[in-house]
Nanobody, 114 residues
Framework: VQLQASGGGLVQPGGSLRLSCAAS????????MSWYRQAPGNERENVAS???????HYAISVKGRFTISRDNAKNTVYLQMNSLKPEDTAVYYC?????????WGQGTLVTVSS
């Protein structure tokens, strides 16, 4: 599975962005799709995950501000990010787990700054 992340950019604090992760094939059989992020000098951290059942999980730091969703028809997972803060600045990566195999997309940079 190839994953293509997009939607990053520069946004002011309090603004919104929507990231997209398009898969090269059907995501119907993918068990878990996730968004991770990595800021300079920090480890990569799990931001949000969505199971094929529709269940979601969020990091405490983004809960209530970010929403993960998946569109099986478009083979795409989204991350809607609202009320962005400077500390949300990072490279965001999407990840898929299917049948025990892990797939990563390339990152998309999100910069939150005035």
């Amino acid at each position: 599975v190839q994953l293509q992340a997009s939607g990053g950019g520069l946004v002011q604090p309090g603004g919104s962005l929507r990231l997209s992760c398009a898969a090269s094939e059907s995501i119907f059989g993918i068990n878990i799709m996730s968004w991770y992020r990595q800021a300079p000098g920090n480890e990569r951290e799990n931001v949000a995950s969505i199971l094929n059942t529709g269940s979601t999980h969020y990091a405490i730091s983004v809960k209530g501000r970010f929403t993960i969703s998946r569109d099986n028809a478009k083979n795409t997972v989204y991350l809607q990010m609202n009320s962005l803060k400077p500390e949300d600045t990072a490279v965001y990566y999407c990840k898929a787990i299917r049948g025990g195999f892990v797939y990563w997309g390339q990152g998309t940079l999100v910069t939150v700054s005035s």
